[in-house]
């Protein structure tokens, strides 16, 4: 049995943190809100985040950060993309031995172009707190892991002994881990996938059906693949659970905040009002602008990744957008999956 600290109590926080206590280890988690806190304490519920579930009661919820890490040699941090930096800080102020850091956030960070790790390591750099970094990414709607539903997901690191250990801690007979040695890739599938599924449900808001859909899930993974191997990513990857994998879960589902916020932005809500209704982040539009100014420096074509900025940032109507990705320039398919297979780097 293990020690960790759960640090966001979402609900994707709370689900893992479910999973942990699912495999007897000593769980807390750490949420700002003392009403939210007092509720996993009292009721063992966590209403807005996952509604009819109710959590192990070995779970335990603090509002003290310090207490949260204390002795813990595993973080989970589970916090939107805008927020990790911040967390970061306040945990290297009171962490009191070393400890591993999980993160199960996707985002890639807009001016810097950072990964989630990179980040953590960033500004961790000239501390002796920081052990490993991995990242625990793939399909997986918390709604059905509270569920405890057959769901699969990556562990990865650059220390594949770390994802290992990661693995062990949350590995079950309802959630299965792979391990992959690809930080670049994992973290890069989590993160695009997010703008694929804002496409996604922007074109069904335009009443497009499946075939549409399946077009831009297609196009979405040739962008990702795409921009991941100029990275210096594993092709491979984006063929597995953090790339193809989570692509589908998360454009073919309500559950999907991303879908259900280009739903609405298809419908011709503006995007003020779609986060206004949504009361929670969606990850894909703060990624959409990171991803659209890497792609810019790198010389990356990604046409989908384009299209949607315009209407998230540049008050380019669903419609237009859709017109203009309809009608680029002919391409020849084979020939492009090809290309990025064999790594080409001017692709």
């Given at each position: 049995?293990?020690?960790?600290?759960?640090?966001?109590?979402?609900?994707?926080?709370?689900?893992?943190?479910?999973?942990?206590?699912?495999?007897?280890?000593?769980?807390?988690?750490?949420?700002?809100?003392?009403?939210?806190?007092?509720?996993?304490?009292l009721k063992h519920t966590n209403?807005?985040?996952?509604?009819?579930?109710?959590?192990?009661?070995?779970?335990?919820g603090t509002t003290d950060l310090?207490?949260?890490?204390?002795?813990?040699?595993?973080?989970?941090?589970?916090?939107?993309?805008?927020?990790?930096?911040?967390?970061?800080?306040?945990?290297?102020?009171?962490?009191?031995?070393?400890?591993?850091?999980?993160?199960?956030?996707?985002?890639?960070?807009?001016?810097?172009?950072?990964?989630?790790?990179?980040?953590?390591?960033?500004?961790?750099?000239?501390?002796?707190?920081?052990?490993?970094?991995?990242?625990?990414?793939?399909?997986?709607?918390?709604?059905?892991?509270?569920?405890?539903?057959?769901?699969?997901?990556?562990?990865?690191?650059?220390?594949?002994?770390?994802?290992?250990?990661?693995?062990?801690?949350?590995?079950?007979?309802?959630?299965?881990?792979?391990?992959?040695?690809?930080?670049?890739?994992?973290?890069?599938?989590?993160?695009?996938?997010?703008?694929?599924?804002?496409?996604?449900?922007?074109?069904?808001?335009?009443?497009?059906?499946?075939?549409?859909?399946?077009?831009?899930?297609?196009?979405?993974?040739?962008?990702?693949?795409?921009?991941?191997?100029?990275?210096?990513?594993?092709?491979?990857?984006?063929?597995?659970?953090?790339?193809?994998?989570?692509?589908?879960?998360?454009?073919?589902?309500?559950?999907?905040?991303?879908?259900?916020?280009?739903?609405?932005?298809?419908?011709?809500?503006?995007?003020?009002?779609?986060?206004?209704?949504?009361?929670?982040?969606?990850?894909?539009?703060?990624?959409?602008?990171?991803?659209?100014?890497?792609?810019?420096?790198?010389?990356?074509?990604?046409?989908?990744?384009?299209?949607?900025?315009?209407?998230?940032?540049?008050?380019?109507?669903?419609?237009?957008?859709?017109?203009?990705?309809?009608?680029?320039?002919?391409?020849?398919?084979?020939?492009?999956?090809?290309?990025?297979?064999?790594?080409?780097?001017?692709?």
């Amino acid at each position: 049995m293990s020690k960790v600290a759960v640090i966001g109590a979402g609900s994707w926080g709370s689900a893992l943190a479910l999973v942990l206590a699912d495999n007897n280890h000593d769980v807390t988690i750490w949420a700002r809100r003392e009403d939210q806190i007092n509720e996993i304490n009292l009721k063992h519920t966590n209403e807005k985040y996952l509604p009819n579930i109710e959590l192990p009661h070995s779970i335990k919820g603090t509002t003290d950060l310090k207490e949260a890490v204390s002795g813990v040699s595993n973080i989970l941090i589970v916090v939107p993309t805008k927020a990790i930096r911040e967390t970061i800080n306040n945990l290297k102020g009171i962490m009191d031995t070393k400890a591993t850091i999980i993160h199960a956030s996707k985002g890639i960070e807009p001016g810097t172009h950072k990964r989630i790790s990179e980040m953590i390591e960033e500004e961790f750099a000239g501390s002796e707190l920081l052990g490993d970094v991995v990242v625990l990414s793939g399909p997986s709607h918390a709604e059905e892991v509270s569920l405890r539903q057959p769901t699969t997901v990556t562990s990865s690191s650059n220390n594949i002994e770390a994802a290992e250990k990661v693995q062990d801690l949350f590995i079950n007979q309802h959630f299965r881990v792979y391990t992959n040695p690809d930080l670049i890739g994992v973290e890069l599938g989590g993160a695009i996938k997010n703008i694929i599924a804002l496409a996604c449900g922007l074109t069904n808001g335009l009443g497009l059906g499946d075939n549409t859909k399946a077009a831009i899930m297609t196009r979405g993974l040739a962008e990702m693949a795409r921009l991941g191997v100029k990275l210096g990513a594993e092709p491979l990857t984006f063929s597995g659970l953090s790339g193809l994998g989570d692509l589908i879960v998360t454009c073919t589902s309500v559950h999907s905040r991303n879908w259900r916020a280009g739903h609405m932005l298809g419908q011709g809500l503006t995007l003020d009002e779609v986060l206004e209704k949504m009361g929670m982040v969606v990850e894909g539009v703060r990624t959409t602008k990171a991803t659209y100014e890497l792609a810019l420096e790198l010389g990356i074509e990604m046409p989908i990744t384009t299209a949607l900025y315009k209407v998230l940032f540049e008050e380019t109507t669903p419609q237009e957008a859709a017109e203009e990705l309809m009608g680029r320039l002919k391409k020849h398919e084979v020939e492009e999956l090809t290309n990025y297979s064999l790594k080409e780097s001017d692709y």
